[in-house]
């Protein structure tokens, strides 16, 4: 039966609170191989068995099953799904993980830039020419240009298939400019501006910087003249005949050059990666590996070897047997330990040997109980341990009338009755296998006696001149966890056995004699003050009164 710890009040103490936000799985580790976010609160996540990528929700439901080789992260609300060799396009996502275009393999194809632009996607088909399919996964530019480079401010770049030649288009597909000239190479158009490249009259190439004024090109500066001028085989550059190297990213641009250029625009682009986010959750080192913080303070006590944080509430991490999970924040979870407000009071200890535990959690027999308030969080998933130089009691939480309390193994030992002593103690909370939390509360407590000791018997000895006599010592409130020891005066030490002990005692009084009898009982228990108390008792043997019989023998 379980026993608990009685208390009187004391004092005010404040409510301890214990976090107001927590870290909980989104997915466990060991689900998958690897995850990674792509964006809109969904992860792609890998398979270990088939090495295949899907898709899971914020949620951890498996939107996508995992069957693709590859899947891009989302730019503009789309991602891809791609084959090995991330050139074929197999599917096209929304923000919510639905397949809005399911491709044939070999109907389409990626460029250089595999992803969305100002709500287009340039492809390559499979006899090699590239066009533009829109955000809903539909043609909305026939595939006939050698080259189609992504949207800059609704001008794009193409190579025309009939002649090589360079040119920019609208999104109807349609020339954006008026003019006669055959490019060699155009770039993309960058705040207005683009590199040209078309032959000299006077032999050679001509390269210039030129700016798009409505639907004419207008030279701006003279960079090569008489100069041949060619493209590189990877399309990564064009090199000009006196050693100029202009660098074309992927999006066809030219962003730098091999000497001093003053490029007439600077290149700003949004974040095509999803980056890490670390302004809410985050991550500090510590010695053993990675721990996560909420706004700079250390919101769980687990450490990972790898840790990425996202949108203030997410966190890919890597445990140290290298499996990947995804931690989720939910801000208004808890638990709120409410500091008590009494002073417990000890008749015994009521802590079992460390041995007897061997790392189970055992339901503890005497307690103290203090309320909680639990929010958003599963009590079940729910452990709580009192930290005792690193050794961990169990302190189970149980529901009392639709209240959540939490049973405390909690024992100060102490050489004096009445005394209080108030003693931080250390309570560690694990959460569905995390390290959760470690708090801080005060408790209060006092020593009270734990056993009465008496002296039970007659008077009177018997016919043969032997006096019953007993030594109680019989416990007050609860049973001791531990052993408790039992010393008399001129007797061997006994051990209680249970709530009550009872030693029995016979003394021999000669008749027409009294003896007093004085024993000092003391009763002792680990980590509990000592009783020790005196007992006596006259014991008499009256003169017995002779018969006739008796009188006639004599």
């Known amino acids: 039966m379980v026993n608990r710890i009685f208390y009187i009040l004391f004092f005010i103490a404040i409510p301890q609170l214990i976090s107001a936000q927590s870290m909980e799985w989104l997915c466990h580790p060991g689900r998958f191989s690897d995850i990674g976010y792509m964006g809109y609160d969904l992860f792609k996540v890998k398979d270990d068995d088939t090495g295949k990528w899907g898709v899971v929700s914020n949620a951890g439901k498996v939107v996508i099953e995992a069957k693709y080789d590859s899947i891009t992260v989302f730019t503009e609300e789309r991602a891809l799904l791609l084959d090995r060799s991330g050139d074929m396009i197999l599917g096209i996502l929304d923000r919510n993980g639905r397949l809005i275009k399911s491709c044939k393999e070999g109907q389409l194809f990626t460029t250089r830039y595999p992803y969305y632009k100002e709500g287009y996607l340039s492809y390559r088909a499979a006899n090699g020419l590239c066009g533009y399919i829109n955000s809903s996964g539909k043609t909305a530019i026939d595939a006939r240009f050698y080259l189609a480079a992504p949207f800059q401010d609704g001008i794009a770049v193409v190579q025309y298939a009939d002649d090589g030649s360079y040119g920019l288009i609208n999104k109807s597909g349609g020339s954006a400019i008026i003019s006669d000239t055959r490019y060699k190479f155009l770039s993309s158009v960058v705040d207005g501006f683009l590199f040209a490249l ?85 991550k500090q080192s510590t010695r053993n590996g990675l721990q996560i913080t909420y706004k700079g303070q250390p919101i769980l006590e687990h450490i990972f070897d790898d840790v990425r944080t996202y949108e203030g509430c997410y966190a890919i991490v890597r445990a140290k047997d290298k499996s990947v999970g995804i ?228």
């Open 198 to 282: 078309n032959p000299s009259s006077r032999g050679g190439d001509l390269l210039r910087i030129m700016k798009l004024n409505g639907n004419q090109l207008e030279a701006v500066k003279r960079l090569e003249s008489k100069m041949f001028v060619d493209i590189s085989d990877d399309f990564t550059y064009i090199l000009s005949q006196n050693g100029h190297h202009y660098y074309i990213d992927d999006q066809w641009r030219i962003c730098g050059a091999n000497y001093r250029l003053q490029l007439p625009y600077q290149i700003v682009d949004e974040e095509l990666f999803v980056i890490e986010d670390s302004e809410v959750i985050s």
């Open 327 to 554: 931690l989720r924040l939910n801000p208004s979870a808890g638990i709120e330990i409410i500091e008590p407000v009494q002073v417990f009071d000890f008749y015994h200890n009521p802590l079992q040997e460390e041995s007897s535990f061997k790392s189970k959690d055992i339901d503890p027999d005497q307690y103290i109980e203090v309320d909680t308030n639990i929010e958003n969080i599963d009590p079940e998933q729910l452990k709580c341990y009192i930290n005792e130089g690193g050794y961990l009691r169990y302190a189970p939480l149980k529901l009392h009338n639709g209240v959540w309390k939490l049973h405390i193994p909690y024992f100060c030992p102490d050489t004096e009755f009445g005394n209080i002593i108030s003693k931080k103690i250390d309570i560690a909370i694990t959460y569905d296998g995390l390290d959760w939390m470690h708090r801080m509360i005060t408790l209060s407590s006092k020593h009270e006696k734990g056993y009465e000791v008496e002296l039970t018997g007659n008077n009177l000895t018997d016919e043969n001149g032997y006096a019953k006599i007993s030594i109680v010592v019989k416990s007050i409130n609860g049973s001791p966890a531990g052993q408790t020891r039992i010393d008399i005066s001129g007797y061997d030490t006994v051990y209680m056995s249970g709530d009550t002990e009872t030693i029995p005692i016979d003394v021999y009084v000669p008749e027409g004699e009294s003896k007093t009898l004085e024993y000092t009982v003391t009763v002792s228990e680990p980590g509990c003050p000592v009783i020790r108390q005196s007992l006596r008792l006259t014991v008499t043997n009256p003169v017995k009164e002779k018969s006739v019989e008796d009188i006639i023998l004599i």
